[in-house]
């Protein structure tokens, strides 16, 4: 089992970069692959971007493609989410979560441990 906290989120102008991190527990971090998805109100859980266990391979959400750049950490148990060209479209609540099951990075129902969440909002 792992325990994940977000953070980094805040409020921001459009064209902006954010820094999301995600904070792992446990020594087990570097035996799952990793996930950011995000929800905005009234609308479904989206796939931002994913890792692979040992960092060597990342998939990204069209609409973050070019702009959001994930990374690990396996010594510091940590994944950050370099977020730069803002829009006002990325508005939502933010997860990190740890993949258990086989299946496509993009499907959240592969996941098995998620974080609280962190805000991120983007004013035009």
């Known amino acids: 089992q792992v325990q994940l906290v977000e953070s980094g989120g805040g409020l921001v102008q459009a064209g902006a970069s954010l820094r999301l991190s995600c904070a792992a527990s446990?020594?087990?971090?570097?035996?799952?692959?990793m996930g950011w998805f995000r929800q905005a109100p009234g609308k479904e859980r989206e796939f931002v971007a994913a890792i692979t266990r040992n960092g060597g391979d990342t998939y990204y959400g069209d609409s973050v493609k070019g702009r959001f750049t994930i990374s690990r950490d396996n010594a510091k148990n940590t994944m950050p989410l370099q977020m730069n060209s803002l829009k006002p479209e990325d508005t939502a609540v933010y997860y990190c979560?740890?993949?258990?099951?086989?299946?496509?990075?993009?499907?959240?129902?592969?996941?098995?441990?998620w974080g609280q969440g962190t805000q991120v909002t983007v004013s035009s």
């Open positions: 979560a740890a993949k258990q099951r086989f299946g496509t990075y993009s499907d959240y129902r592969n996941y098995a441990y």
């Open positions: 446990g020594r087990t971090f570097n035996t799952y692959a």
